[in-house]
Protein backbone atom coordinates (compact mmCIF):
# COMPACT_ATOMS: atom_id res chain seq x y z
CA UNK A 1 0.00 0.00 0.00
CA UNK A 2 1.36 3.43 -0.80
CA UNK A 3 1.74 5.90 2.07
CA UNK A 4 4.62 8.38 1.21
CA UNK A 5 5.37 9.64 -2.81
CA UNK A 6 8.39 9.64 -3.08
CA UNK A 7 10.17 10.77 -6.83
CA UNK A 8 10.29 7.07 -8.31
CA UNK A 9 6.56 7.30 -7.02
CA UNK A 10 5.55 10.48 -9.36
CA UNK A 11 7.69 9.42 -12.18
CA UNK A 12 5.62 5.86 -12.21
CA UNK A 13 2.32 8.06 -11.47
CA UNK A 14 2.88 10.22 -14.76
CA UNK A 15 4.13 6.88 -16.97
CA UNK A 16 0.40 5.55 -15.97
CA UNK A 17 -1.34 8.98 -16.85
CA UNK A 18 0.19 8.69 -20.20
CA UNK A 19 -0.62 5.41 -20.67
CA UNK A 20 -4.37 6.02 -20.01
CA UNK A 21 -4.33 9.25 -22.15
CA UNK A 22 -2.75 7.06 -25.21
CA UNK A 23 -5.31 4.73 -24.26
CA UNK A 24 -2.80 1.49 -24.25
CA UNK A 25 0.28 0.55 -23.34
CA UNK A 26 1.70 0.34 -27.24
CA UNK A 27 0.11 3.58 -28.17
CA UNK A 28 2.46 5.67 -24.97
CA UNK A 29 5.68 4.26 -26.66
CA UNK A 30 6.57 7.30 -28.35
CA UNK A 31 5.42 9.49 -26.05
CA UNK A 32 7.29 8.12 -23.31
CA UNK A 33 9.99 7.29 -25.37
CA UNK A 34 10.07 3.95 -23.72
CA UNK A 35 9.49 0.16 -25.31
CA UNK A 36 6.44 -1.87 -24.57
CA UNK A 37 8.24 -4.06 -22.14
CA UNK A 38 9.69 -1.01 -19.68
CA UNK A 39 6.44 0.73 -19.31
CA UNK A 40 4.72 -2.71 -18.79
CA UNK A 41 6.99 -3.23 -16.13
CA UNK A 42 6.23 0.35 -14.58
CA UNK A 43 2.84 -0.05 -14.57
CA UNK A 44 3.43 -2.99 -12.62
CA UNK A 45 5.95 -1.78 -9.69
CA UNK A 46 2.78 1.12 -9.75
CA UNK A 47 0.09 -1.46 -9.29
CA UNK A 48 1.96 -3.47 -6.81
CA UNK A 49 3.27 -0.23 -4.43
CA UNK A 50 -0.85 0.81 -4.81
CA UNK A 51 -1.98 -2.19 -3.60
CA UNK A 52 -4.91 -2.58 -6.42
CA UNK A 53 -5.11 -3.12 -10.35
CA UNK A 54 -5.02 0.09 -12.30
CA UNK A 55 -6.09 -1.09 -16.06
CA UNK A 56 -7.20 -4.01 -17.88
CA UNK A 57 -4.35 -4.25 -20.80
CA UNK A 58 -3.53 -7.36 -23.06
CA UNK A 59 -5.03 -8.87 -26.12
CA UNK A 60 -8.17 -8.01 -25.50
CA UNK A 61 -7.34 -4.53 -25.30
CA UNK A 62 -7.05 -1.35 -22.88
CA UNK A 63 -9.56 -0.50 -20.20
CA UNK A 64 -9.32 1.27 -17.04
CA UNK A 65 -10.80 -0.68 -13.90
CA UNK A 66 -13.07 1.66 -11.56
CA UNK A 67 -9.97 2.25 -9.09
CA UNK A 68 -7.52 3.12 -12.05
CA UNK A 69 -10.62 6.07 -13.46
CA UNK A 70 -10.28 7.31 -9.79
CA UNK A 71 -6.53 7.41 -9.71
CA UNK A 72 -6.61 8.84 -12.91
CA UNK A 73 -8.89 11.79 -11.63
CA UNK A 74 -6.39 12.42 -8.67
CA UNK A 75 -3.19 12.55 -10.84
CA UNK A 76 -4.27 15.12 -12.77
CA UNK A 77 -4.96 17.28 -9.69
CA UNK A 78 -1.89 16.45 -8.00
CA UNK A 79 -0.09 17.46 -11.58
CA UNK A 80 -1.77 20.26 -11.89
CA UNK A 81 -1.16 21.75 -8.47
CA UNK A 82 2.13 20.89 -8.89
CA UNK A 83 2.45 23.14 -12.08
CA UNK A 84 0.82 25.80 -10.85
CA UNK A 85 2.91 25.77 -7.25
CA UNK A 86 5.69 26.47 -10.52
CA UNK A 87 4.03 29.24 -12.07
CA UNK A 88 3.52 30.83 -8.83
CA UNK A 89 6.81 30.68 -7.81
CA UNK A 90 8.27 31.83 -10.54
CA UNK A 91 5.89 34.70 -10.99
CA UNK A 92 7.34 36.09 -7.61
CA UNK A 93 10.22 35.52 -9.22
CA UNK A 94 9.18 38.12 -11.91
CA UNK A 95 8.70 35.14 -14.61
CA UNK A 96 5.55 35.99 -16.40
CA UNK A 97 4.05 31.81 -17.21
CA UNK A 98 1.42 29.88 -18.18
CA UNK A 99 -0.84 30.16 -21.19
CA UNK A 100 -2.56 32.29 -22.98
CA UNK A 101 -5.41 31.51 -25.14
CA UNK A 102 -5.72 34.12 -28.23
CA UNK A 103 -9.03 34.30 -30.60
CA UNK A 104 -8.61 36.89 -33.51
CA UNK A 105 -10.52 38.07 -36.11
CA UNK A 106 -8.72 37.57 -39.76
CA UNK A 107 -6.69 39.30 -42.02
CA UNK A 108 -5.53 41.98 -38.69
CA UNK A 109 -2.24 41.15 -40.82
CA UNK A 110 -2.92 43.86 -43.02
CA UNK A 111 -3.42 46.69 -40.14
CA UNK A 112 -1.35 49.69 -40.81
CA UNK A 113 1.84 48.90 -38.92
CA UNK A 114 0.76 45.78 -38.08
CA UNK A 115 0.41 46.52 -34.46
CA UNK A 116 -0.63 43.04 -33.33
CA UNK A 117 2.16 41.25 -34.56
CA UNK A 118 5.20 44.02 -33.50
CA UNK A 119 3.25 43.56 -29.61
CA UNK A 120 4.01 40.24 -29.64
CA UNK A 121 7.70 40.84 -30.95
CA UNK A 122 7.83 43.33 -27.99
CA UNK A 123 5.78 40.46 -25.52
CA UNK A 124 8.55 38.24 -26.08
CA UNK A 125 11.55 40.26 -24.73
CA UNK A 126 9.66 40.21 -21.42
CA UNK A 127 10.92 38.46 -18.54
CA UNK A 128 8.35 35.36 -19.20
CA UNK A 129 8.34 31.58 -20.08
CA UNK A 130 4.48 32.11 -21.64
CA UNK A 131 3.01 29.80 -24.41
CA UNK A 132 0.61 31.45 -26.71
CA UNK A 133 -2.30 29.73 -28.63
CA UNK A 134 -3.88 32.01 -31.49
CA UNK A 135 -6.65 31.29 -33.35
CA UNK A 136 -9.01 32.48 -35.85
CA UNK A 137 -12.46 33.16 -35.12
CA UNK A 138 -15.65 35.17 -36.27
CA UNK A 139 -16.71 37.28 -33.48
CA UNK A 140 -19.53 35.17 -31.89
CA UNK A 141 -17.32 32.65 -31.47
CA UNK A 142 -14.80 35.00 -29.97
CA UNK A 143 -17.15 35.75 -26.98
CA UNK A 144 -18.56 32.16 -26.94
CA UNK A 145 -14.81 31.31 -26.23
CA UNK A 146 -14.21 33.83 -23.53
CA UNK A 147 -17.72 32.71 -21.86
CA UNK A 148 -16.52 28.65 -21.97
CA UNK A 149 -13.14 30.04 -20.75
CA UNK A 150 -11.39 28.31 -23.80
CA UNK A 151 -10.01 31.85 -24.86
CA UNK A 152 -8.18 34.65 -22.05
CA UNK A 153 -8.33 37.39 -25.32
CA UNK A 154 -10.60 38.47 -28.10
CA UNK A 155 -9.48 40.63 -30.85
CA UNK A 156 -12.59 41.68 -32.92
CA UNK A 157 -15.99 43.66 -33.96
CA UNK A 158 -18.50 43.24 -31.69
CA UNK A 159 -21.85 44.86 -32.19
CA UNK A 160 -23.52 43.74 -29.27
CA UNK A 161 -21.37 44.03 -25.88
CA UNK A 162 -22.48 41.26 -23.28
CA UNK A 163 -22.62 42.13 -19.67
CA UNK A 164 -20.07 39.26 -18.90
CA UNK A 165 -17.04 40.32 -21.22
CA UNK A 166 -15.23 43.40 -20.87
CA UNK A 167 -14.64 45.55 -24.00
CA UNK A 168 -11.77 48.07 -24.78
CA UNK A 169 -11.37 50.15 -27.92
CA UNK A 170 -8.10 49.13 -29.68
CA UNK A 171 -8.03 50.08 -33.37
CA UNK A 172 -10.54 51.11 -35.87
CA UNK A 173 -10.42 50.56 -39.31
CA UNK A 174 -12.60 52.10 -42.68
CA UNK A 175 -14.75 49.35 -44.42
CA UNK A 176 -15.62 50.65 -47.58
CA UNK A 177 -17.61 48.76 -50.69
CA UNK A 178 -15.81 46.70 -53.14
CA UNK A 179 -16.51 45.46 -56.17
CA UNK A 180 -13.78 43.01 -58.65
CA UNK A 181 -13.13 43.38 -62.48
CA UNK A 182 -15.73 40.99 -63.58
CA UNK A 183 -18.28 43.22 -61.93
CA UNK A 184 -20.84 45.25 -64.39
CA UNK A 185 -20.16 47.98 -61.98
CA UNK A 186 -16.69 47.88 -62.17
CA UNK A 187 -16.71 50.13 -65.64
CA UNK A 188 -19.10 52.20 -64.45
CA UNK A 189 -17.16 55.56 -63.67
CA UNK A 190 -19.42 56.52 -60.79
CA UNK A 191 -22.38 53.91 -59.27
CA UNK A 192 -24.78 55.80 -57.89
CA UNK A 193 -26.64 55.04 -54.79
CA UNK A 194 -29.46 53.36 -56.41
CA UNK A 195 -27.09 50.52 -58.62
CA UNK A 196 -25.16 49.71 -55.69
CA UNK A 197 -27.87 49.22 -53.33
CA UNK A 198 -29.69 46.95 -56.08
CA UNK A 199 -26.47 44.91 -56.85
CA UNK A 200 -26.72 41.24 -55.35
CA UNK A 201 -24.30 41.41 -51.99
CA UNK A 202 -22.86 39.36 -49.60
CA UNK A 203 -24.03 39.71 -46.02
CA UNK A 204 -21.76 39.60 -43.10
CA UNK A 205 -22.74 37.41 -40.55
CA UNK A 206 -22.49 39.77 -37.99
CA UNK A 207 -24.40 42.35 -35.63
CA UNK A 208 -22.12 45.25 -36.54
CA UNK A 209 -21.87 45.02 -39.76
CA UNK A 210 -25.82 45.88 -40.14
CA UNK A 211 -26.04 48.46 -37.78
CA UNK A 212 -23.06 50.49 -39.23
CA UNK A 213 -23.92 49.59 -42.61
CA UNK A 214 -24.79 53.37 -44.14
CA UNK A 215 -26.57 51.10 -46.82
CA UNK A 216 -29.40 49.13 -46.83
CA UNK A 217 -28.76 46.25 -49.70
CA UNK A 218 -31.67 45.36 -51.45
CA UNK A 219 -30.55 41.81 -52.86
CA UNK A 220 -28.34 40.26 -50.33
CA UNK A 221 -27.53 36.81 -52.12
CA UNK A 222 -25.02 35.27 -49.82
CA UNK A 223 -24.26 35.19 -45.84
CA UNK A 224 -20.30 35.04 -44.92
CA UNK A 225 -18.85 34.91 -41.14
CA UNK A 226 -14.95 35.83 -42.28
CA UNK A 227 -13.25 38.62 -43.92
CA UNK A 228 -11.81 36.24 -45.87
CA UNK A 229 -15.03 34.83 -46.93
CA UNK A 230 -16.47 38.43 -48.20
CA UNK A 231 -13.49 38.57 -50.59
CA UNK A 232 -14.09 35.43 -52.44
CA UNK A 233 -17.29 36.16 -53.15
CA UNK A 234 -16.46 39.55 -53.68
CA UNK A 235 -13.60 38.74 -56.47
CA UNK A 236 -15.69 36.03 -57.68
CA UNK A 237 -17.33 39.63 -59.43
CA UNK A 238 -21.16 38.17 -58.46
CA UNK A 239 -21.35 40.19 -55.53
CA UNK A 240 -20.52 43.50 -53.45
CA UNK A 241 -19.57 43.40 -50.12
CA UNK A 242 -17.89 45.92 -47.22
CA UNK A 243 -14.13 44.92 -46.60
CA UNK A 244 -11.79 46.53 -44.73
CA UNK A 245 -9.54 49.86 -46.62
CA UNK A 246 -6.51 48.25 -45.88
CA UNK A 247 -7.13 44.46 -46.31
CA UNK A 248 -8.61 45.83 -50.05
CA UNK A 249 -5.76 47.56 -50.89
CA UNK A 250 -3.58 44.68 -52.48
CA UNK A 251 -6.53 44.29 -54.87
CA UNK A 252 -6.92 47.67 -56.05
CA UNK A 253 -3.32 48.43 -56.74
CA UNK A 254 -3.88 45.51 -58.85
CA UNK A 255 -6.41 46.20 -60.93
CA UNK A 256 -8.53 43.73 -59.32
CA UNK A 257 -11.46 45.53 -56.81
CA UNK A 258 -12.58 48.88 -57.24
CA UNK A 259 -14.20 51.11 -54.00
CA UNK A 260 -17.82 52.12 -54.60
CA UNK A 261 -19.62 54.68 -53.22
CA UNK A 262 -16.61 57.09 -51.51
CA UNK A 263 -16.46 58.14 -48.16
CA UNK A 264 -20.24 59.02 -47.84
CA UNK A 265 -21.08 54.63 -48.15
CA UNK A 266 -17.81 53.80 -45.70
CA UNK A 267 -17.75 53.53 -42.30
CA UNK A 268 -15.39 53.23 -39.28
CA UNK A 269 -15.26 49.88 -37.24
CA UNK A 270 -13.95 49.40 -33.83
CA UNK A 271 -11.93 46.71 -32.89
CA UNK A 272 -11.65 46.02 -29.08
CA UNK A 273 -9.86 43.93 -27.07
CA UNK A 274 -12.05 41.77 -24.92
CA UNK A 275 -11.58 39.80 -21.84
CA UNK A 276 -13.36 38.19 -18.77
CA UNK A 277 -13.05 40.60 -15.52
CA UNK A 278 -11.07 39.43 -12.70
CA UNK A 279 -8.54 37.12 -14.78
CA UNK A 280 -5.40 37.23 -12.51
CA UNK A 281 -2.88 36.12 -15.38
CA UNK A 282 -0.14 38.58 -14.74
CA UNK A 283 0.48 37.35 -18.95
CA UNK A 284 -2.64 38.45 -20.00
CA UNK A 285 -2.16 41.91 -18.17
CA UNK A 286 1.50 42.41 -19.63
CA UNK A 287 0.41 41.60 -23.44
CA UNK A 288 -2.79 44.13 -23.22
CA UNK A 289 -0.01 46.69 -21.87
CA UNK A 290 1.90 45.72 -25.08
CA UNK A 291 -1.14 46.03 -27.58
CA UNK A 292 -1.93 49.30 -26.03
CA UNK A 293 1.32 50.93 -26.33
CA UNK A 294 1.63 49.60 -30.05
CA UNK A 295 -1.70 50.81 -31.03
CA UNK A 296 -1.13 53.88 -29.83
CA UNK A 297 2.09 54.15 -31.83
CA UNK A 298 0.56 52.93 -34.90
CA UNK A 299 -1.93 55.99 -34.44
CA UNK A 300 1.61 58.47 -34.33
CA UNK A 301 2.42 57.06 -37.74
CA UNK A 302 -0.28 56.09 -39.70
CA UNK A 303 -2.61 58.29 -40.62
CA UNK A 304 -5.51 55.40 -41.17
CA UNK A 305 -5.67 55.08 -37.54
CA UNK A 306 -6.87 58.85 -37.18
CA UNK A 307 -8.46 59.29 -33.58
CA UNK A 308 -7.35 56.25 -31.98
CA UNK A 309 -5.49 58.18 -28.99
CA UNK A 310 -8.91 59.53 -28.14
CA UNK A 311 -10.45 55.90 -27.89
CA UNK A 312 -7.71 53.89 -25.86
CA UNK A 313 -6.88 54.55 -22.09
Known amino acids: MLTN ?31 Q ?9 LETRLGFRLCQRGRSGFMLTPKGERILIACRSLFNAARDFTRVSQSLNGLLTGDLQIG ?13 SRAIKHFQHRHQDV ?61 NREQIENARWVKRGYLLAQRLCPIAPLNLGAVAHHMESVAHLVLSGEYLGYLPTH ?67
Open 131 to 191: QLQCRICAPAELEQGLLNQQLDLGIGYFGQQLNELQYQPWLQETQAIYCSSDHPLFTVEQP
Open 104 to 116: LVDNLVSLPGNPF
Open 247 to 313: YAARWVEQGVLKQLGGQALSYQAALNLVTRPGQPKEALTALLEDLNQLAREAQKTNPATAGLERRIS
Open 37 to 45: STISTHLAT
Open 5 to 35: LSDIDLRLLRVFVAVAEAQGVSAAQETLLMN
